[in-house]
Nanobody, 115 residues
Framework: QLQLVESGGDLVQPGGSLRLSCAAS????????VTWYRQAPGKERELVAD???????TYADSVKGRFTASRDNAKKMVYLQMDRLKPEDTGVYYC?????????WGQGTQVTVSS
């Protein structure tokens, strides 16, 4: 079992920055591939960044060059640094962890980019 809790969401102006965190507990985070997703109002959930344990992190085209995802297995933490935010980045951001047949999601954190 793995529990995930996201935090760091806020209201921010266009061009601003936020850092999201995902705290994991209950199991070894190093076993899992962790992914950030987001869901905008009225839209489907979409992948933002995929963070394998020992492979290159990949990003959605819409966030490349602006977002940076990272993980600290020892601290059981996953991060999403978001810079040069745009209104279209608004949504609920979720942390997901997968290991074999096991899949866990956090409850999400709201990011709103608006002036």
């Amino acid at each position: 079992q793995l529990q995930l809790v996201e935090s760091g969401g806020d209201l921010v102006q266009p061009g601003g920055s936020l850092r999201l965190s995902c705290a994991a507990s209950g199991s070894l985070l190093s076993l899992y591939t962790v992914t950030w997703y987001r869901q905008a109002p009225g839209k489907e959930r979409e992948l933002v960044a995929d963070i394998p344990n020992r492979a290159t992190t990949t990003y959605a085209d819409s966030v490349k060059g602006r977002f940076t995802a990272s993980r600290d297995n020892a601290k059981k933490m996953v991060y999403l640094q978001m810079d040069r935010l745009k209104p279209e980045d608004t949504g609920v951001y979720y942390c997901r962890a997968v290991y074999g047949p096991f899949e866990f999601w956090g409850q999400g954190t709201q990011v709103t980019v608006s002036s």
